[in-house]
């Protein structure tokens, strides 16, 4: 009798969607993989095949699972064994589209050029709906707000676990319905796997409790946002490399350097970071998202968060830099790319830190942000630096993605193209 028990290899696509093949466990073989094709990245979050896109009808690539990122998948049926893939050409070769690989690249750079590895906690803020769509509430940090969300919490911390992710956090957030789960840190490539696997865990846990979970920027113009910040120290052989007492804001020179990189490519980092048409609307002042492009120390309005160490580290293991301009329309493993990239061109120039603020937004001069993703994909395009972190191929086909999405609202309200991502993420 053959083993009915399915394995499922995916990737995360450039509108944050997890899609992939599945076949029965015992055929799995981690060299060959399983069949994709290039043209699956030109799917947007609606599920269109945008055209053109640089691939049409040609062209094969191999889905080849990572072993290590082996998990359980909770499906009511059972579980699925589940895993992450790098996409490779037919004869093995990297893809040079592959969001997986190109993370993989860029931390390889900031080893090479730098010697410097990157710690990375994903936090994600999510909406739970029941099946008629009201947000579950109110909460804010109540043990009322953490009820309303049960017996849904506990079966997906309960599947978190089961897939091997540590979640170090679970609360209930400020606005109705609102949740958030941070993960415990790890190194930055399964940092970003778990970020993937958080998302649909928990998409999935509501599922199964007939409710619905999403990660939208916004369900409203005027709603609390879902953020996703992403937490990140730098480290060499075992030693915290991020604090430095009498750096600016305690940062080390090295850290110093790696903000400034990113300041500099603020705008050009944004395209690949809050993606989607309805991003930009969360990223305003007095948010708590993200309002201009500076250090912030302690702030919740920052670009980066210089986040403080806990009680009785006195040597800066937990010390570290948030970024928070990151929303879950955007592919993990390319955020990560992306700011990697940006940090180690701020290293290579040793740049230094001019944006430091340690004040209200209300009282201090700061860079705002790009007001669009237009503008920001504009200041991609013109940024020489940032147009080297990525193949032409890959940029082209996120552009097309994104105007296939423009023509799919076209004519929509703002709170209408809020709830149309709520639909799918
Ligand atoms: N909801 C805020 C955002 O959109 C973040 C609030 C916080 O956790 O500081 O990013
Ligand atoms: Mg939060």
């Known amino acids: 009798m053959s083993d009915d028990r399915l394995a499922f290899v995916a990737t995360n696509d450039l509108v944050a ?35 053109p896109n640089p691939f049409g009808a040609l062209g094969d690539l191999r889905l080849i699972p990572d072993p290590k990122t082996k998990c359980a998948f909770p499906l009511p049926g059972g579980d699925v064994d589940f895993y992450l893939a790098d996409q490779t050409l037919p004869d093995g070769s990297p893809w040079e589209c592959c969001p997986r690989t190109n993370l993989k690249q860029a931390l390889a750079r900031l080893l090479a050029d730098h010697r410097l590895s990157l710690t990375v906690a994903f936090e994600h803020e ?3 709906l029941d099946a008629t769509d009201r947000q579950a509430g109110p909460g804010a940090f109540t043990i009322g707000g953490l009820t309303a969300g049960e017996p849904f919490g506990s079966r997906a911390r309960r599947n978190l676990n089961g ?9 209930p957030e400020y606005g109705p319905g609102q949740f958030e789960v941070t993960v415990r840190p790890s190194d930055a490539l ?5 970020a993937v696997l958080t998302r649909e865990i928990i998409r999935e846990s509501a599922r199964q409790e007939g409710l619905r979970a999403t990660f939208a920027p916004l369900l409203d113009p005027n709603a609390v946002g879902n953020g996703v910040h992403v937490h990140m120290s730098l480290w060499r052989d075992g030693q915290q490399m991020t604090f430095d007492v009498s750096g600016p ?10 903000c400034a990189g990113i300041l500099t490519h603020t705008s050009a980092l944004l395209a690949w970071t809050a993606p989607s048409r309805v991003s930009f609307l969360r990223l305003t002042p007095h948010r708590w998202s993200s309002a201009g492009a500076f250090v912030g120390l302690h702030n919740r309005e920052a670009l980066l968060r ?26 993990p493993h390319l955020v990560l790319a992306a700011l990697v990239h940006a940090m180690c061109d701020g290293l290579e120039r040793a740049a230094p830190i001019d944006r430091v603020l340690t004040g209200h937004i209300d009282d201090e001069v700061f860079d705002p942000l790009p007001p669009t993703v237009d503008a920001a ?46 639909e799918v993420l």
């Open 249 to 258: 804001a305690g940062l080390s020179p090295s850290a110093s350097q790696a």
């Open 190 to 194: 399964r940092a970003a796997d778990a």
């Open 126 to 128: 999510f909406a739970l």
């Open 17 to 51: 969607l997890t899609r992939g093949r599945g076949l029965p466990s015992a055929d799995l073989s981690v060299t060959s993989g399983v069949g994709w094709v290039p043209a699956d990245l030109a799917i947007n979050s609606f599920g269109h095949l945008v055209e």
């Open 306 to 331: 210089v986040s403080p160490m806990v009680p009785g580290d006195t040597v800066g293991r937990t010390f570290n830099i948030e970024y928070r301009a990151a929303d879950a329309t955007a592919n």
């Open 377 to 422: 994909h504009e200041a991609f395009l013109a940024d020489e630096i940032a147009q080297s972190w990525f193949a032409d191929d890959l940029v082209t086909t996120a552009a097309a993605v994104r105007r296939g999405e423009e023509e799919h609202l076209a004519g929509l309200s703002e709170a209408e193209r809020c709830r149309a991502y709520a």
């Open 163 to 171: 897939a091997g992710i540590e979640w170090e956090n679970w609360l």
